[in-house]
T-cell receptor, first 111, second 116 residues
Framework: QKEVEQNSGPLSVPEGAIASLNCTYS??????FFWYRQYSGKSPELIMS????GDKEDGRFTAQLNKASQYVSLLIRDSQPSDSATYLC???????????FGTGTLLAVQP | EAGVAQSPRYKIIEKRQSVAFWCNPI?????LYWYQQILGQGPKLLIQ????????DSQLPKDRFSAERLKGVDSTLKIQPAKLEDSAVYLC??????????????FGPGTRLTVT
């Protein structure tokens, strides 16, 4: 079992729709969860962090965390073609600040 | 606030040659990370420094890779000798001292290494 798992996609959604990206993790001791956006040929850019169960909203982005199910998700409302990118889920390992990254989900927003 | 700086942005070398990458973290960030990202994969941590000290280098291939962080600021990552499988993007990231478990890391633009 991978430490952080994501569906590689591509996930294709029409412009204006909600994109839902999912991530599961194996370490029950993890406390910090992050979503990074990575455009082709660019470096990862931090877009959301979440530390407590529940939802956290920032503009069109909502991160959801369920520690009991070891599941974290990212919702993108009113998806735009500029949101087309690979979305990386990252989870800290145990009580450390070492991040384990998933392989990323490629999102394609169709105009 | 200036971001993480890296150089060079691109490097092409032949196998068995050596190469070095440089990173300057965000001002005031105590923790610095070097990652390797192979095409189609997520970043993999190679080494983590907190100030001058190494916190984690468990995935650093120490027979060919070395890294240092002088005076707790800039860092260099070296590969000697390079192999074909070292072709990847080398990312540097930094974060402030973690408070209450928040470990937000910010990445530099990366160095794309091609080994031929």
């Amino acid at each position: 079992q991978k430490e952080v798992e994501q569906n590689s996609g591509p996930l294709s959604v029409p412009e204006g729709a909600i994109a839902s990206l999912n991530c599961t993790y194996s370490d029950r001791g993890s406390q910090s969860f992050f979503w990074y956006r990575q455009y082709s040929g660019k470096s990862p850019e931090l877009i959301m962090s979440i530390y407590s169960n529940g939802d956290k909203e920032d503009g069109r982005f909502t991160a959801q965390l369920n520690k009991a199910s070891q599941y974290v998700s990212l919702l993108i409302r009113d998806s735009q073609p500029s949101d087309s990118a690979t979305y990386l889920c990252a989870v800290n390992k145990g009580a450390t600040n070492k991040l384990i990254f998933g392989t990323g989900t490629l999102l394609a927003v169709q105009p | 606030e200036a971001g993480v700086a890296q150089s060079p942005r691109y490097k092409i070398i032949e196998k068995r040659q050596s190469v070095a990458f440089w990173c300057n973290p965000i001002s005031g960030h105590a923790t610095l990370y070097w990652y390797q990202q192979i095409l189609g994969q997520g970043p993999k941590l190679l080494i983590q420094f907190q100030n001058n000290g190494v916190v984690d280098d468990s995935q650093l291939p120490k027979d060919r890779f070395s890294a240092e962080r002088l005076k707790g600021v800039d860092s260099t990552l070296k590969i000697q000798p390079a192999k074909l499988e070292d072709s990847a993007v080398y990312l540097c990231a930094s974060s402030p001292i973690a408070r209450r478990g928040d470990y937000e890391q910010y990445f530099g633009p990366g160095t794309r290494l091609t080994v031929t």
